[in-house]
């Protein structure tokens, strides 16, 4: 499995709150209707929260302010994702896509690249294990 990771950044002249309520209540519903298109397996958004933690946080390490969310996106391998949004379908659902992101992310403040997981530990499964 190959996962792509999407650091997001709203565009200044989009509300913070318009920003998260238009991620998950418009483009996420559109992601949803190309996923077979683009041969994605699994979609996450998470929506950056607790303001003050995150300062704490930032100020323990001196770090650059947080971004507003990640988009994470799942593939069964890079061949798989290729061929699939090489299609003639997925690269119009990927072309929609991009048209539609353009709308409330800053495209120069975001970041986004692949990566392959490597599960350290999940105590999620079986807290006898802790």
């Not at 930032?58 to 990640?70: K, N, T, V």
């Not at 119009?92 to 975001?110: G, R, V, Y």
């Amino acid at each position: 499995m190959i996962k792509l990771v999407y650091c997001l950044r709203r565009r200044k002249d989009v509300s913070e709150s318009d920003f998260h309520t238009y991620w998950l209540n418009e483009h996420g519903p559109k992601v949803g209707g190309v996923a077979r298109s683009i041969g994605a397996l699994k979609y996450v958004q998470s929506h950056t929260c607790e303001p003050q933690l995150n300062q704490l946080l930032r100020e323990s390490r001196g770090l650059a302010d947080a971004y507003d969310g990640i988009t994470e996106v799942w593939w069964e391998s890079a061949e798989a994702m290729a061929a699939a949004t090489g299609s003639t379908d997925g690269a119009a659902a990927m072309q929609m896509l991009l048209e539609d992101e353009s709308t409330f992310i800053d495209f120069s403040q975001s970041r986004i690249f692949m990566t392959e997981e490597t599960e350290i530990f999940n105590y999620t499964s079986d807290a006898e294990d802790r």
